[in-house]
């Protein structure tokens, strides 16, 4: 059922009784007509709109069969017909009005017509403004939607751009630790064994304790230079947590993760698998239509291995990869930690295999202390 307002409805058809009973003879037995036509309208508010606009329109109809001046609350009906979406019963109003009730007089059909086509004018304005008004409530929910989703983009681009920096930061850090330890530590270590030596032919008493406190400040020197290294790397991303970054931020397919992220690596091995892992994933964007990622994490008595597979289709495109900039990048950082790195490709996708031996990795935390 709708619920619809039809109080202007029932204003038209009181205005059109008052201008039909003027132009007769008034008489009391017409009162008891006019709220029977009122009446007829009834069954519209409390019906169905299907049922009650028929059962409406039928009484009157067949009513004005008996009693003529009934057909002058028609035009009412119209309107309210056409706002229950019944655009025919109109047509059939204007036919009987023009070829079967020739009884009435020309001025009284041509107010008849004349207010039926307002009627219907009246409900095509209804109708368009409905329709307008409609279009108007789709456009905002359309631009609510487009905003919380512009919303939600916004927040991941943040997040991802956030991510890019820590693992950008995180590389960096460590650049610059592996810098200061090779070259900075390596000239202090040189100038304490020059110290050594000169130490070693020299015979002046003076001269012997400023070397002693010259050796005393390169040794703390030195000091200062692994504590910075050792802070430098603390700061680092942790493989872990890089890991859950960049599968966060990667909405071309799922990653699964298998196995365990080793937890006894360097800094920097933590760094460069996950900028192996990031080019890897990176790859599976540009060269790949896979459906599905698997990172597997092995660890066996003698080395760590990382599994990157894939399951695109290989593609003419697809098989350069294997000379491409990407895999050589990886082959740097992959050297840079002593590692091992190894591509295959079929017709089931692309598989990437690290190895990492662990007695390189125990030796290299042993110097990084």
């Known amino acids: ?56 329109f039928l009484l009157q109809f067949f009513s004005s069969m008996i009693w003529m001046k009934f057909f002058f609350f028609l035009p009412a009906m119209l309107r309210i017909f056409y706002r229950e979406k019944k655009p025919y019963e109109q047509i059939v109003f204007i036919f009987l009005l ?13 107010i008849l017509f004349s207010l039926s086509i307002a009627a219907i004018y009246l409900c095509l304005k209804d109708r368009l403004m409905f329709q307008l008004n409609k279009d108007l409530l789709d456009l905002k929910d359309d631009s609510w939607e487009k905003q919380e989703l512009l919303k939600e983009q916004n927040a991941e681009l943040v997040r991802t751009r956030e991510n890019f920096l820590d693992l950008q930061v995180a590389e960096e850090r460590n650049r610059i630790a592996r810098d200061i330890h090779d070259n900075v530590g390596h000239l202090l270590s040189s100038a304490l064994i020059q110290l050594g030596a000169i130490e070693a032919v020299n015979q002046d008493m003076t001269v012997q304790k400023l070397l002693e406190q010259l050796k005393v400040t390169v040794h703390a020197g030195m000091d200062n230079i692994r504590k910075s290294v050792h802070g430098l790397h603390s700061d680092s991303l942790k493989l872990e947590k890089a890991v859950q970054l960049m599968i ?20 920097e091995q933590e760094t460069m698998i996950a900028a192996i892992i990031k080019e890897a994933l990176s790859n599976v964007m ?30 003419t495109q697809s098989k350069g990869f294997s000379n491409g900039i990407g895999l050589a990048s990886m082959r740097q950082r992959s050297q840079k930690i002593n590692g091992q790195l190894h591509i295959s490709h079929s017709a089931k996708g ?13 030796d290299t ?4 202390r």
């Open 98 to 110: 023009a070829f079967f009730f020739q009884e009435l007089s020309v001025s009284l059909k041509t």
């Open 350 to 362: 692309f598989q990437i295999n690290l190895i990492l031996p662990k007695e390189e990795s125990h």
């Open 286 to 315: 540009k060269h790949s239509q896979a459906t599905q990622v698997r990172l597997i994490f092995d660890e066996l008595p003698a080395f760590y291995r990382l599994k990157i597979i894939d399951n695109g289709k290989t593609t």
């Open 248 to 267: 966060e931020e990667f909405q071309f397919c799922p990653i699964l993760v298998e196995g365990q992220i080793p937890q006894q690596l360097t800094s």
């Open 1 to 56: 059922m709708k619920h619809t307002s039809y109080w202007f409805d029932y204003a038209f058809l009181l205005l059109l009784g008052a201008l039909f009973l003027s132009e007769n003879s008034f008489a009391a037995q017409d009162v008891f007509y006019v709220l029977m036509s009122l009446l007829f309208l009834a069954p519209i508010l409390f019906l169905p709109a299907q049922i009650g606009t028929w059962t409406s």
């Open 365 to 368: 935390c042993r110097d990084r």
